[in-house]
């Protein structure tokens, strides 16, 4: 059974940076790509960023490009979202998610396994 813990939310001022967390378990292989969503209060959910099973390759919405970077480490079955420079607009809560296949997450992809979310938000 697949299950994806996050950590590393928090409250932080604008301009400021976090860095997510993510710990998966259930699966033996690493032959899975991995990503992150986000939902602010009254907004849907939507893609944040993607990288592929190797972590040769990433994917990253439009509103975070050049500010956030996906990374995985597959030796620890982690994945991580670095956040830089945060404003306001990036307040939500965000889930880790898992696809069952390698190929490069876009946000038209449905990810198959969700983390429960941890929740980031940013002050003026």
């Known amino acids: 059974q697949v299950q994806l813990v996050e950590s590393g939310g928090g409250l932080v001022q604008t301009g400021g940076s976090l860095r997510l967390s993510c710990a998966a378990s259930?699966?033996?292989?690493?032959?899975?790509?991995m990503g992150w969503f986000r939902q602010a209060p009254g907004k849907e959910r939507e893609f944040v960023a993607g990288?592929?099973?190797?972590?040769?390759?990433?994917y990253y919405a439009d509103s975070v490009l050049g500010r956030f970077t996906i990374s995985r480490d597959n030796g620890e079955n982690a994945v991580y979202l670095q956040m830089n420079n945060l404003t306001p607009e990036d307040t939500a809560v965000y889930y880790c998610?898992?696809?069952?296949?390698?190929?490069?997450?876009?946000?038209?992809?449905?990810?198959?396994?969700w983390g429960q979310g941890t929740q980031v938000t940013v002050s003026d």
């Open positions: 998610t898992q696809y069952k296949g390698p190929g490069l997450p876009t946000p038209r992809v449905s990810p198959d396994y």
């Open positions: 259930g699966r033996t292989d690493s032959s899975y790509a």
């Open positions: 990288v592929s099973s190797s972590g040769a390759n990433t």
